[in-house]
């Protein structure tokens, strides 16, 4: 008999304890890995919605004194070659029909979603009440669903893709 009366763990114990002390550690550090991956897709996304909305409002809004100035600041929310194709847009027809027919725009959100999303590209659907008055003073209301394309530039999303539906 042994003195101290201790029962001590055998090497095969001793063995399979730390490695299921690693297999656990490794399990902690990959559900770390995949919740910040979570999390960074949510804040990604979260981001890409406010971004189409604050810029199909911004685009959409506009007053005959004011039209050229309105749609220039929205021109800081989109990306090339969409951003191209929006100036041109705006120089040829919708700043003459604004001002020489007094058409004023306004839209708000009615909702919009996430249609896809990868690290750098989202696709958000944007459900917009849209509101123009023209020189006649009568008020149209139309409600629509633009399609919205985005692109990330550093820590923002800009819009490479606008189509109504």
Same mark, same amino acid.
């Given at each position: 008999?042994?003195?101290?009366?201790? =029962?001590?763990?055998? /090497?095969?114990?001793?063995?399979?304890?730390?490695?299921?002390?690693?297999?656990?550690?490794?399990?902690?550090?990959?559900?770390?890995?995949?919740?910040?991956?979570?999390?960074?897709? #949510?804040?990604?996304?979260?981001?890409?919605?406010?971004?189409?909305?604050?810029?199909?409002?911004?685009?959409?809004?506009? +007053?005959?004194?004011?039209?050229?100035?309105?749609?220039?600041?929205?021109?800081?929310?989109?990306? /090339? /070659?969409?951003?191209? +194709?929006? +100036?041109? #847009?705006?120089? #040829? =027809?919708?700043? /003459?029909?604004?001002?020489?027919? #007094?058409?004023?725009?306004?839209?708000?959100?009615?909702?919009?979603?996430?249609?896809?999303?990868?690290?750098?590209?989202?696709?958000? =659907?944007?459900?917009?009440?849209?509101?123009?008055?023209?020189?006649?003073?009568?008020?149209?209301?139309?409600?629509?669903?633009?399609?919205?394309?985005?692109?990330?530039?550093?820590?923002?999303?800009?819009?490479?893709?606008?189509?109504?539906?």
């Amino acid at each position: 008999m042994t003195g101290g009366g201790a =029962v001590g763990i055998g /090497p095969r114990v001793r063995t399979v304890l730390v490695v299921l002390l690693v297999v656990l550690a490794a399990a902690a550090v990959g559900m770390t890995v995949l919740d910040r991956r979570a999390e960074e897709r #949510q804040r990604l996304a979260a981001g890409a919605v406010a971004a189409a909305e604050a810029a199909s409002l911004a685009v959409l809004d506009y +007053r005959p004194e004011t039209v050229a100035g309105d749609l220039a600041a929205a021109e800081q929310l989109l990306a /090339p /070659p969409f951003l191209d +194709r929006f +100036r041109e #847009q705006s120089r #040829q =027809v919708t700043v /003459p029909r604004s001002t020489a027919g #007094q058409v004023a725009s306004s839209a708000r959100s009615a909702g919009s979603a996430l249609a896809g999303l990868d690290d750098d590209e989202a696709f958000v =659907v944007v459900y917009l009440d849209r509101h123009t008055v023209g020189a006649d003073g009568i008020p149209h209301v139309l409600q629509t669903v633009v399609e919205v394309g985005l692109v990330r530039d550093g820590d923002r999303w800009l819009v490479s893709g606008f189509t109504p539906r």
